[in-house]
Each structure stands twice: as C-alpha cells, then as structure tokens.
C-alpha cells in the first residue's frame, strides 16, 4: 500500500459590501417604482379632469378615489380653473412636485444610510487536503 497526500487550492476574490450596494441600489428602485406610480397616478387624475372625463365611469371613478388621498392635503390651497367641464386642478400638479421631491429626499436618505463605497477585493484562499490509499 502507498500513501499519496493530495492538496487542493482555491481562491476566490470576494468585494466586501458588495450584499450592501445591491440592497441600497434595489431599496432605490422600489422607492423610485413607488414614485413613479403616484405620479402617473396623479398625472391620469389631471388628464382626466382636465378633459372633464365622466367622474361616473368606473375607470375615472377609480383613479378620483385612488388619488383622492394624497390629493386631499393641497386642496384649497389655490383656486381651481374651469371652463366649459374641463378643470385645471392646481392642487394635483403641487401634489406631484411636492411628492417627486419627498421621493427624492427618501431615495437620498435610503442611499446615504445603507450604501457603502466599493473597496478593493479580497482574495480568500482555501486549502483543502486529504490522504489516499490506494492498493
């Protein structure tokens, strides 16, 4: 019988933090995706009211109440413009800067919390042995 060692070695770079910058880049886009969503949702409110869309259908009942939410804070705030059924409804357009900018300064907070700077990679080296017997 002869004995014979046999020695394994790997090595593997790892970026440290890398886990982290993914987390903040996805935790970015949902709260971009987010944002996206309530401004078109406010910007088909708009459209709506400003061609003077029937507030009965279903499909413009549905986007009134969706939106009616984060409109109802700016309501009041400035006169509304109407002629012939179209509105122009001023509240919703300062509803969708004031909600880009609030967006934008979570995504910042989001991003200056969790993120962290690439650094160099590490090299990881692992060894492995084991002996073999063979007849």
Known sequence: MSERQVSQTTTSQREPGLEQRIATFKATYVIWLLAGLLEALLGFRIALKLIGANPANPFAMLVYNLSYLFVFPFQGLTATPAAGG???????????????????????????????????AVDVTEKTSSERHTP
């Open 86 to 120: 179209a509105v122009l409804e001023l509240s919703s357009l300062i509803a969708m800067v004031v909600y880009a900018l609030l967006f934008w300064a979570f995504a910042k907070l989001v991003w200056v919390i969790l993120y962290r700077p690439r650094q160099a």
